[in-house]
């Protein structure tokens, strides 16, 4: 139980460089090859993106 204990407190402590994550995900360059290749479609485009932002928020909790 210890150890799960200091692991958490170590989880809480822990510090995450979000830009550089995002620039590491190359994310950004897939969301422009997106707006390039669909014309339009700003709605998906925008949803797109918000689940881009979820997947690399839970890709760093773990």
Not at 7 to 20: E, N
Not at 32 to 51: A, Q, W, Y
């Amino acid at each position: 139980m210890l150890n799960a204990m200091t692991k958490d407190t170590a989880a809480q402590d822990a510090t995450v460089d979000l830009q550089a994550e995002f620039e590491a995900s190359n994310i950004d360059e897939v969301m422009d090859k997106l707006d390039r290749e669909l014309v339009g479609l700003k709605p998906v485009k925008t949803r797109i993106r918000e689940i881009a932002a979820l997947l690399l928020v839970d890709r760093l909790r773990r």
